[in-house]
């Protein structure tokens, strides 16, 4: 359960019966300010990490796997004061996703069928932490983030994306234009732009969901699975420029 050292004396909110911490708003009311905070860092850490990462880990996957390191060092630096434990919870479920994504990106990214699994490395233990009550909102974060990432997966698997993952993985950066091109002319036909349209309405119809929950870890979650809209847009964006 939290704590009510997780939150400062002027952070507006309630703690219900079961101990949870509420927003001041729930549902579809304006929030508060650290609620909005927790949701625009959630989806910074899904969406621009994730550009930085990419070209670290194929020329120095070892660096970016020791930077995980980095990533749990400070989160549980924050996580010792009060004022800072919420950005310190973050960071540590944060952490999960980047050593997951280090690790697959660094030495596994030409064989798709076992991207999820890579991903869902931190899975048994963030579920041990939610069962404890524990870090919550890193851990609904880094579930959010995966669940994300499993509707991009099962959109690949669908449209029939999965030869053209490993091509590209398989081939120099210059050389990759024709694939992606390729690809693109996939996901432009009928079925690709239906399972389009159902991939965007899940992660939104989920990630507006979690937000009228009314409590913050679940802003936490929203923020991850919203921001995959935006990320998977900008590749998709990439790729139709390539």
């Not at 549902?27 to 905070?37: D, E, F, T, V």
């Not at 992660?203 to 991850?224: E, I, R």
């Amino acid at each position: 359960m939290f704590n009510n050292t997780w939150f400062s004396d002027s952070t507006p909110g309630y703690s219900d019966e079961s101990g949870e911490f509420l927003l001041s708003h729930p549902a579809w009311g304006i929030g508060n300010r650290q609620s909005w905070l927790v949701f625009a860092a959630s989806s910074f850490l899904v969406s621009v990490p994730v550009f930085a990462q990419a070209p670290l880990v194929r020329e120095l996957p070892l660096l970016s796997l020791a930077l995980t390191s980095v990533w749990v060092g400070l989160g549980r630096k924050l996580l010792k004061r009060p004022a800072t434990q919420i950005w310190g919870d973050l960071l540590l479920g944060f952490s999960w996703s980047w050593l997951a994504g280090s690790i697959y990106w660094g030495w596994l990214r030409t064989e798709p069928l076992i991207h999820l699994p890579v991903e869902a490395i931190g899975l048994p233990f963030v579920l041990w932490g939610l069962w404890r009550g524990r870090g919550k909102v890193g851990n609904l974060f880094y579930l959010g983030s995966l669940f994300g990432t499993a509707l991009t997966d099962v959109y690949f698997y669908l449209t029939h994306l999965i030869p053209y993952w490993r091509q590209v993985m398989q081939v120099d950066p210059a050389l990759a234009t024709p694939i992606f091109q390729s690809a693109i002319a996939q996901v432009q036909t009928p079925w690709g732009i239906a399972l389009a349209v159902v991939l965007v309405a899940t992660l939104g119809g989920v990630g507006c969901w979690s937000l009228g929950k009314g409590q913050l870890p679940w802003w936490a979650f929203s923020g991850a699975v919203l921001s995959t809209i935006l990320v998977d847009s900008l590749f998709w964006l990439a790729a139709s420029m390539a």
